[in-house]
């Protein structure tokens, strides 16, 4: 285990940024490990930095607590009674539980490593690590958890005001943003150009975009969201855009 009484005066650990809470929520460090010694050091350890620490014997305990609504992650061993802790990754996935996952373990190797890895843990560490590694790899964790609650905020705000579109609306939003020209699109749905125009307004509008980079960025966004991808949709690629949108038409 950690030299938990010297490291914890070590003068390279260093609290949390301020930043990283939202709101006056504090962020929670969930602790899944079967060893009560090492639960108590991770506690001692988590609660010296300010951060609220939840702990747990096994994933099973894990599942029936309730969880705070505040950025968190978790910490996790990877060796368990009944089920692996890499098998509890897979499982929290499959379950829609987004918590970012740091893996520790006194049996590890490079396989297992890059298997986590893999699956999105932000860090493998190795019993014993230094406390300063696994406060740095909490902080990363928070950040991307506090990221992650902060775009799904965004999205569903997002949503609200694709839902005020009509369908016409969506329509015209889906071959605005893959970069159609009003007369195009007039062609294409049997419209005046002038009434593309009006509802191209409408649709500026309703979801609040003050340019059409704007729009367009809006729109990746609740693609992205849709599809379960990360990252931009490239704009040179306006035929898979279009299909990544379609969704437009049809929501709400």
Known sequence: MMER???LNDDRIQALPQEIPMGDVTPVVFVIDNDPSIRVALEE???SVNLAVRLFASPQEFLRARRPDAP??????????GMSGLTFQKELARMGVNLPVIFITGHGDIRM????????????????????????????AIERDCERRRAAALVAELR??????????RQIMMLVVV??????????LELSEMTVKVHRGQVMRKMQARSLPE????????????????????????????????FLIGSG
């Open 5 to 7: 009484v010297a490291m």
């Open 45 to 47: 350890l988590v609660g």
């Open 72 to 81: 968190a992650c978790l910490v996790l061993d990877v060796r368990l009674p």
């Open 113 to 140: 490593s890059v298997r986590a890895m893999k699956a999105g843990a932000v860090d493998f560490l190795i019993k014993p690590f230094q406390d300063q590694d696994l406060l740095d790899a909490i902080h990363a």
């Open 160 to 169: 609200e005001r694709q839902v005020a579109l009509s369908a016409r609306e």
């Open 179 to 188: 970069g159609r020209p009003n007369k195009h699109i007039a062609a294409e």
């Open 215 to 246: 729009l367009v960025r809006m729109a990746d966004w609740l693609a992205g969201a849709h599809a379960h991808i990360a990252g931009d949709l490239h704009p040179g690629r306006s035929a898979g855009k279009a299909a990544s949108l379609e």
